[in-house]
């Protein structure tokens, strides 16, 4: 039982109406709202990874420094020689 628009003399939607069409716009204004939060940090993150594998990079300097040309465990700090091959054993 569809009735025509012109049918129906209304001046406005139901309370209940309203209010659903209010949440679903609201879950979709919140959905867009935090997509771009996210986008921001993933924007952050990957703007400072070159930054900490620079760091990472002078730190592997001072230790090859101090050591030598050595392979260390990130586990337990211990270090290994590495062979002729250039290939630290596993």
Do not use: R, W
């Given at each position: 039982?569809?009735?025509?628009?012109e049918?129906?003399?209304?001046e406005?939607?139901?309370?209940?109406?309203l209010?659903?069409?209010?949440?679903?716009?609201?879950?979709?204004?919140n959905?867009?709202?935090n997509?771009?939060?996210?986008e921001?940090?993933?924007?952050t993150l990957?703007?400072a990874?070159?930054?900490?594998?620079?760091?990472?990079?002078?730190?592997?300097?001072k230790?090859?420094?101090?050591?030598?040309?050595?392979?260390?465990?990130?586990?337990?700090?211990?270090?290994q020689?590495?062979?002729?091959?250039?290939?630290?054993?596993?």
């Amino acid at each position: 039982m569809n009735k025509k628009v012109e049918d129906i003399k209304v001046e406005k939607i139901t309370d209940e109406q309203l209010k659903e069409l209010q949440g679903h716009v609201n879950t979709i204004n919140n959905a867009q709202l935090n997509l771009g939060q996210l986008e921001s940090q993933k924007h952050t993150l990957v703007n400072a990874i070159p930054q900490l594998q620079k760091g990472l990079k002078e730190f592997q300097d001072k230790m090859e420094e101090e050591y030598g040309k050595v392979s260390i465990s990130i586990q337990d700090g211990t270090i290994q020689e590495i062979p002729e091959d250039g290939q630290a054993n596993t």
